[in-house]
């Protein structure tokens, strides 16, 4: 099956996945369409992320319209003359996989390398604390994708996407 996400995708930046036994097949598993296809329609409502989903083609799978390819690439943007950003929706799926498929595994995702956890109920505090301030950057970035969505509801009908929680360590 295509997805918009790549396996390459998880090479650098702060997504990075080191690939090794631990994690090359297990991130080729997870990443699927039904996935991806569940998250769009999370953040664009149902109605809205099935006209996405009907408009991506190709693999990797990318928007073919431009009022879709504007949602899917990094974005700025004002209302009512304020600044506002988001990376866009291919980098907040990513950044939700990455969230969930760390936080899933059995390793602790490093630098140098995946190393196997051993006790069940150990985690590392520093994945945990990365984690926790990815899904805080990535509410922002849902958050400005919406508003741009909500500002032009001629190109975006029937939008009715979830609004996402921030992540608190309380």
């Known amino acids: ?3 918009i996400i790549q396996r390459q995708d998880f090479h650098s930046g702060i997504t990075a996945i080191t690939e090794n036994q ?11 369409e039904k996935l991806e296809n569940n998250n769009i329609r999370l953040i664009l409502g149902k109605t809205l992320g099935d006209a996405f989903i009907a408009d991506l083609t190709g693999t990797p799978r990318i928007p073919q319209t431009a009022k ?5 690439n990094e974005l700025d943007f004002a209302i009512s003359n304020e600044p506002y950003h988001t990376t866009g929706l291919k980098d907040i799926l990513k950044t939700m996989v990455f969230i969930s498929f760390t936080s899933d595994q059995t390793a602790f995702n490093s630098g ?20 926790g301030l ?6 922002e970035n849902i958050t400005s994708l919406q508003g741009y969505v909500r500002e032009n509801p ?10 996402p929680d921030l992540y608190s360590p309380l």
């Open 154 to 163: 001629t190109e975006y009908p029937d939008f009715n996407g979830y609004v």
């Open 1 to 3: 099956m295509a997805t």
């Open 22 to 32: 631990f994690s090359v097949d297990e991130l080729d598993f997870y990443i699927t």
């Open 112 to 131: 140098s390398g995946n190393m196997r956890i051993i006790q069940e109920a150990a985690q590392s505090n520093s994945l945990i604390t990365k984690n």
């Open 68 to 72: 879709y390819v504007t949602i899917f």
């Open 134 to 139: 990815l899904t805080n950057r990535n509410f």
